[in-house]
């Protein structure tokens, strides 16, 4: 069955910096989109992406945040410079007609 | 506003008893359900989807939910609980075109004695 893949799986960086995280999507998929659950809370909504731009996004995906499909496979999520409460897991998704996959996530640690 | 609400924070059952999750949306259209599980420190697995036809559907696992309009809801079942079954679960809701967010609950987590 096709995934959603992320890399890296975990990933620790100093509080003020730039980190990247990388998915890749389902290949047939059209929109893609970012979540992220702080430990022990549920999974909030970032963005989402359809045809090169923003179609929706939360209060939460501030300036501080942005997406890009930089070549035909890649998705990413960039943080400018990153904050101790920017700390989380970070969900990739894509979706089709009739799916909506999942990655398994990146573990982001800000320290 | 767009809502699910799991009323159970966390549950505990006996192993070979009987569980359900209880979850209850709030959407503006017919909604598409989900129930995801997550174990500690991974990432979501999908047990199971609504989006038409019979409202009883069949998940992996042994899960089975029901959709029921009336009472906006999407209960999650299992007859005989197994200790690896211990997990959080969430209930959430989309909506049946392309390109919609998932709105999740705040899950519950399920404890299983022995």
């Known amino acids: 069955e096709p995934e959603v893949t992320q890399t890296p799986s975990h990933q620790v960086t100093q509080m003020g910096q730039e980190v990247i995280l990388r998915c890749v999507p389902i290949?047939?998929?059209?929109?893609f989109y970012w979540y992220r659950q702080i430990l022990g809370q549920k999974v909030e909504f970032l963005v989402s992406f359809y045809n090169n731009e923003i179609s929706e996004k939360s209060e939460i995906f501030d300036d501080q945040f942005s997406v890009e499909r930089p070549d035909g496979s890649n998705f990413t999520l960039k943080i400018r410079s990153t904050k101790l409460e920017d700390s989380a897991m970070y969900f990739c998704?894509?979706?089709?007609?009739?799916?909506?996959?999942f990655g398994s996530g990146t573990r982001l640690t800000v320290v | 506003a767009q809502s699910v609400t799991q009323p159970d924070i966390h549950i505990t059952v006996s192993e070979g008893a009987s569980l359900e999750l209880r979850c209850n949306y709030s959407y503006g259209a017919t909604p598409y359900l989900f129930w995801y599980v997550q174990s500690p420190g991974q990432g979501l697995q999908l047990l199971l989807k609504y989006f038409s036809g019979d409202t009883l559907v069949q998940g992996i696992k042994g899960f089975e939910a029901e959709f029921k309009r009336s009472q906006s809801s999407f209960n999650l079942r299992k007859p005989s609980v197994h200790w690896s079954d211990a997990a959080e679960y969430f209930c959430?809701?989309?909506?049946?075109?392309?390109?919609?967010?998932?709105?999740f609950g705040a899950g519950t987590r399920l404890f299983v004695k022995a």
């Open positions: 290949s047939n998929h059209l929109y």
């Open positions: 998704a894509s979706s089709g007609a009739f799916g909506y996959t």
């Open positions: 959430a809701v989309g909506a049946p075109t392309g390109g919609f967010k998932t709105i």
